[in-house]
């Protein structure tokens, strides 16, 4: 299956950490989006890149960045982890607006 | 980007057919209509997507009227699997640089 891979599967990290999730995309696909979504919500959207620059962000701190590598693969990185960071983070892949998502890294700091 | 507005949860048998509206009054002209399904801890997963009148496929009908200010997403013969969350989205269906949107989505719990 050429799906979107993400890694790892789960995470606990304690407050003050710093994180780094990756995620490879979709064969044939060149963008990279991660969402972070809290329990009971809909994925919010952090930031997507496309030719290893960020093209747009959502509504999140600085704390979180990311980047993306010549073979399209991506990592999101969160500093300085909060309780409130806790979440499922999504990468999902696309090209012309052919979205597939992957199952996700679930994050808990305690 | 047009908001949309979905129940926030549906019970069915086994077996009925479900429809779930999403009401999105401020639609643009180039704005598609595209709903997803998420199974717990998995990622959001394409159902069907519209721009206008019905779109059918294997998984599901998509219902759109004239004025495009909402839309039904219809699922027929509706199975304990069918147990997930529902998201309507609404934009462009351009090159894949729009970020998707999403909202709380429908919780749809199909019972035996």
């Known amino acids: 299956d050429a799906g979107v891979t993400q890694s790892p599967t789960h995470l606990i990290k304690t407050r003050g950490q710093q994180v780094t999730l990756r995620c490879s995309p979709k064969?044939?696909?060149?963008?990279v989006s991660w969402y972070q979504q809290a329990l009971g919500q809909g994925p919010q959207f952090i930031f997507q890149?496309?030719?290893?620059?960020?093209?747009q962000r959502g509504n999140f701190p600085d704390r979180f960045s990311g980047h993306q590598f010549p073979n399209y693969s991506s990592e999101l990185n969160v500093n300085a982890l909060l309780l409130g960071d806790s979440a499922l983070y999504l990468c999902?892949?696309?090209?012309?607006?052919?979205?597939?998502f992957g199952s996700g890294t679930r994050l808990t700091v305690v | 980007l047009a908001k949309t507005t979905q129940p926030i949860s549906m019970d069915s048998y086994e077996g009925q057919e479900v429809n779930i509206t999403c009401s999105h009054n401020?639609?643009?002209?180039?704005?598609?209509i595209t709903w997803y399904q998420q199974f717990p801890s998995q990622g959001p997963r394409f159902i069907i997507q519209g721009y206008k009148t019905k779109v059918t496929n294997e998984v599901a009908s998509l219902f759109i009227p004239a004025d495009r200010k909402s839309s039904t997403l219809s699922l027929p013969r509706v199975s304990l699997s069918d147990t997930a969350v529902y998201y309507c989205?609404?934009?462009?269906?351009?090159?894949?640089?729009?970020?998707?949107?999403f909202g709380k989505g429908t919780r749809l719990s199909v019972i035996a």
């Open positions: 999902a892949s696309s090209t012309r607006g052919d979205y597939t």
């Open positions: 064969s044939g696909h060149d963008t």
């Open positions: 989205l609404v934009g462009t269906a351009d090159s894949g640089n729009t970020p998707l949107v």
């Open positions: 890149y496309y030719e290893e620059e960020e093209r």
């Open positions: 401020n639609i643009a002209t180039n704005d598609y």
